[in-house]
T-cell receptor, first 113, second 116 residues
Framework: KNQVEQSPQSLIILEGKNCTLQ??????????LRWYKQDTGRGPVSLTI?????NTKSNGRYTATLDADTKQSSLHITASQLSDSASYIC????????????FGTGTSLTVIP | NAGVTQTPKFRVLKTGQSMTLLCAQD?????MYWYRQDPGMGLRLIHY???????AKGEVPDGYNVSRLKKQNFLLGLESAAPSQTSVYFC???????????????FGAGTRLSVL
């Protein structure tokens, strides 16, 4: 069964600290993996996208890694800010094009001062 | 540049009532999607469209209908609302592109629907 599992479910960290969010998937075939940020009351916004041949992708303080062999991805946030408080969603696509996207349930991150 | 706009933002319905959710995008995207987001679950695809005049069923289509009469608009209809349809509904669009950097879904801000 094609699934995307994220951990932890929720996380609270102090402002300025780093954190890492995990995503494990069983989707096959695999084309690409995306990380989205969803602020409360808003729609998801794309942070990074990686294909099976890419190991890492950065977007400012956000760095995503991908191990296509173990079907694991992580999102590392450096020097967290209050504005990083959001839900982070991992999404896996089995094909380069097409309309099938497998969404994780997200990790809720709260950054406190 | 408005992007993807959803209306209304909030709505409360009584069981059995009908309503239409409107999604409009100004990016000339070919593909449009309707998802629902429920607590503890990932976004689930209700219906989608690959172009003007076309629609297709997603993962959870029962109880919903859609129409794409104009390329920029994608309507989601509930003919007879049920409490199980209480959810947050998101519309998304993406271009018809094989370029990975362009093959990104853009989401609206969501419609929060409560069915009593």
């Amino acid at each position: 069964k094609n699934q995307v599992e994220q951990s932890p479910q929720s996380l609270i960290i102090l402002e300025g600290k780093n954190c890492t969010l995990q995503c494990n998937y069983t989707v096959s075939p695999f084309s690409n993996l995306r990380w989205y940020k969803q602020d409360t009351g808003r729609g998801p916004v794309s942070l990074t996208i990686m294909t099976f041949s890419e190991n890492t992708k950065s977007n400012g303080r956000y760095t995503a890694t991908l191990d296509a062999d173990t079907k694991q991805s992580s999102l590392h946030i450096t020097a967290s800010q209050l504005s990083d408080s959001a839900s982070y969603i991992c999404v896996v696509s089995p094909r380069r094009t097409g309309n099938q996207f497998y969404f994780g349930t997200g990790t809720s991150l709260t950054v406190i001062p | 540049n408005a992007g993807v706009t959803q209306t209304p933002k909030f709505r409360v319905l009584k069981t059995g009532q009908s309503m239409t959710l409107l999604c409009a995008q100004d990016m000339n995207h070919e593909y449009m999607y309707w998802y629902r987001q429920d607590p503890g679950m990932g976004l689930r695809l209700i219906h989608y469209s690959v172009g003007e005049g076309t629609t297709a069923k997603g993962e959870v289509p029962d109880g919903y209908n859609v129409s794409r009469l104009k390329k920029q608009n994608f309507l989601l209809g509930l003919e007879s609302a049920a409490p199980s349809q209480t959810s947050v509904y998101f519309c998304a669009s993406r271009p018809d592109s094989t370029g990975m950097t362009k093959n990104i879904q853009y989401f609206g801000a969501g419609t929060r629907l409560s069915v009593l």
